[in-house]
């Protein structure tokens, strides 16, 4: 075998032995990547349920997540919503109106149900929702 014929059988040897190793590191990447974004934060508590019941909201403007608002499903008292209630449409704060159960913004006057559906714009996007549960007497949101 010519020198040249060796190294060029070397080198496709090579190439072939790390191929499965370059692939591996790949997919283990990308698998690393997408158990870090879909890794669900830590539950922690908004606010109890004794103000839930009183207020019927708990309104918590220094969660991690940015605000926080929890209202009881109007069809099932045992469900809960949580929702940001910063407005989608130029980010003021929207108002619980528990008569109608439903937030209304008090700058341009977008609705939204209370699991944050957009009912009326002009916003063009739902309130972003966040899992909720009790546990005891506290409320508890999922921070990302
Ligand atoms: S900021 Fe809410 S409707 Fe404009």
Known sequence: MKRREFLSWVGVGGVASFLPLAIAACTTSGESRAEVSTTPGKFEAVGTVAQLEAEGQILNENFKNGAISVT?????????????????????????????????????????????TLLKGPAEEN??????????????????
Not at 97 to 107: A, F, L, T
Not at 130 to 137: N, Q, R
């Open 72 to 116: 009881r499903n109007p069809e099932d008292s045992e469900l809960l919503y949580a929702v940001n209630p910063t407005c989608t449409h130029q980010g003021c704060l929207v108002d619980w109106n528990g008569g109608e159960r439903k937030y209304i913004c008090p700058c341009h006057g977008t609705e939204y149900s209370p699991d944050g």
């Open 127 to 144: 309130l972003p929702p966040y899992l909720v549960k009790i546990e005891g007497d506290q409320v508890l949101v999922q921070a990302i």
